[in-house]
């Protein structure tokens, strides 16, 4: 089975072949995510609620609006035709100990022998849906035969197309690495290796692969896991204005912002419980972190935050997808040619000279707009990023 979307083809040093996949919801799926939508209710007006400053959360306003919008307005079938209009993959892909997975991936494939690989790797509560911006940005701009780079979006482990993590033993980003690794070597790309890109949990996923794995030559972030940078702080760190206002809004996240890492972290399996439940959970639960977490200049769509939740919930993947929250938190150090774009609204955006002392940093830019979802929210600047950096990287 092959594919003849443009961006297709599998390069030829690929040790096994994908299998083109496009997404379809049954209409019987749909028709009880739908029905369960509508009878789904939302929670009486509060104090809190009512704060329009989303101090407390999310509003009754704007879920009552959203949920109008997602039961009137939103069009499924046209989110599966954007997905399919980029090739898509799955693979299987066996771990060490002989366990199989199948991996899900959104790619653009170049012609060019000399291609250089690169994985972008996404974050909760995001999705492969990150990259698609990105992705139809590129499509738009090259054709296959001049285009230099090979592009592959994975859905991670757990997450939305791809196989869940075991059910007999713990999960980590480091198996998530592992596996991500072999996926790329599945491809091809282990001969003259490849980069990775990541924001949130992708960003420690590609700090785990740089680290550990001699075929990946570096990493490009737009957020740093802030564990052990902070500690590494002296008197003689130079920081921006800019900076200095990044680091009140670190300190504002983990002072309020944080309660929902706290439950995923110590009671997963219930919060999966209540995820499961019901749409408009999801809708609140997800919804604020897309609301609360992005530049209020550059805040995705309504549509663009609802095509996420429902893959989400028609994909199941909710209780899947929180696991790296209860792993240890700790920074490996990259000794490899790493990037950094920061974005003023991030949750923990770390100053540049501490990002230089958790890894080999040859590029950093910093934006005046942009938060967490630095893909959805701005991803041609993202890519120009990430473009500039590869030319040192990729030759360093």
């Not at 961006?7 to 019987?28: N, Y």
């Not at 482990?157 to 999960?171: R, T």
């Amino acid at each position: 089975m092959t594919s003849t979307k443009p961006f297709s083809i599998v390069p030829a040093g690929a040790s096994q072949k994908p299998t083109p996949f496009e997404l379809h919801i049954s209409d019987q799926k749909l028709h009880d995510f739908r029905t369960l939508l509508k009878l789904s209710p939302i929670a009486k007006e509060t104090y809190e609620n009512l704060r329009e400053n989303g101090e407390f959360g999310v509003t009754h306003k704007w879920m009552v609006d959203a949920k109008r919008h997602w039961q009137d307005n939103f069009d499924w079938r046209k989110e599966e035709e954007c997905i399919n209009a980029l090739p898509n993959f799955k693979t299987h892909i066996k771990d060490d100990d002989g366990e199989g997975y199948d991996i899900h991936f959104a790619a653009l494939f170049s012609s060019k022998p000399d291609a250089i690989p690169i994985a972008f790797l996404h974050g909760w509560p995001g999705s492969f849906l990150e990259f698609l911006p990105l992705m139809e940005h590129l499509k738009k701009k090259h054709k296959s035969d001049d285009f230099p780079y090979h592009i592959i979006a994975p859905s991670l482990p757990g997450y939305a197309l791809s196989s869940d993590p075991p059910h007999d033993k713990n999960w980590t980003t480091i198996e998530t690495g592992r596996l991500i690794h072999k996926l790329m070597l599945s491809l091809g790309f282990g001969k003259n290796g490849y980069l990775v890109q990541g924001g949130d949990i992708g960003s420690m996923v590609s700090r785990v692969m740089a680290a550990t794995y001699d075929e990946c030559k570096g990493m490009h972030l737009n957020f740093m896991l802030n564990v052990g940078i902070k500690d590494k702080a002296s008197d003689d760190d130079k920081i921006t204005e800019q900076e200095k206002n990044g680091l009140k809004r670190m300190d504002e996240f983990f002072a309020k912002g944080r309660a929902y890492a706290n439950e995923h972290g110590t009671k997963p399996a219930t919060i999966g419980f209540v995820m499961a439940s019901s749409p408009i959970a999801q809708l609140a639960w997800i919804g604020e972190k897309f609301l609360a977490w992005s530049d209020p200049r550059t805040t995705p769509s309504l549509d663009t935050i609802l095509a996420d939740i429902t893959l989400y919930w028609l994909t199941e993947c909710f209780p899947t997808t929180i696991y790296t929250y209860r792993q240890e938190k700790k920074m490996d150090i990259v000794n490899k040619p790493s990037g950094y774009s920061y974005f003023p609204y991030e949750l923990a955006p770390i100053p540049q000279a501490w990002a230089a002392k958790s890894c080999d940093l040859v590029f950093f830019k910093s934006h005046d707009k942009g938060g967490h979802f630095a893909a959805l929210e701005r991803p041609e600047i993202l890519w120009g990023d990430v473009e500039e950096w590869v030319k040192i990287a990729w030759k360093a």
